[in-house]
């Protein structure tokens, strides 16, 4: 089964900069230091981490790096499964 890469790069990025926004929105509300200890305590692990105070030009820049970053990784990772599925 082939795949359209272009499909996949869009997926992937839009998931990766969603998953960010939500992080940036939890920057933003001041509640992100109480879910990243959280989620340190769920696996038994000391919070080494202090979350900084909120700037709009950092979380843009975050979400639209790991935005393009997930665009790429789908995009390579769509070749490669049509690659490895060529005579499937």
């Given at each position: 089964?082939?795949?359209?890469?272009?499909?996949?790069?869009f997926?992937?990025?839009?998931?990766?900069?969603?998953?960010?926004?939500?992080?940036a929105?939890?920057v933003?509300?001041?509640?992100?230091?109480?879910?990243?200890?959280?989620?340190?305590?769920?696996?038994?692990?000391?919070?080494?981490?202090?979350?900084?105070?909120?700037?709009?030009?950092?979380?843009?820049?975050?979400?639209?790096?790991?935005?393009?970053f997930?665009?790429?990784?789908?995009?390579?990772?769509?070749h490669?499964?049509?690659?490895?599925h060529?005579?499937?």
């Open positions: 089964m082939r795949i359209r890469p272009l499909k996949l790069a997926a992937l990025g839009l998931l990766l900069a969603l998953w960010h926004v939500c992080w929105a939890l933003y509300a001041g509640l992100a230091q109480r879910v990243m200890n959280f989620i340190f305590w769920m696996h038994f692990i000391a919070p080494p981490y202090h979350v900084e105070a909120y700037d709009p030009g950092r979380a843009g820049l975050l979400v639209g790096m790991t935005g393009a997930g665009w790429l990784v789908g995009l390579v990772a769509g490669i499964w049509n690659l490895l060529r005579g499937a």
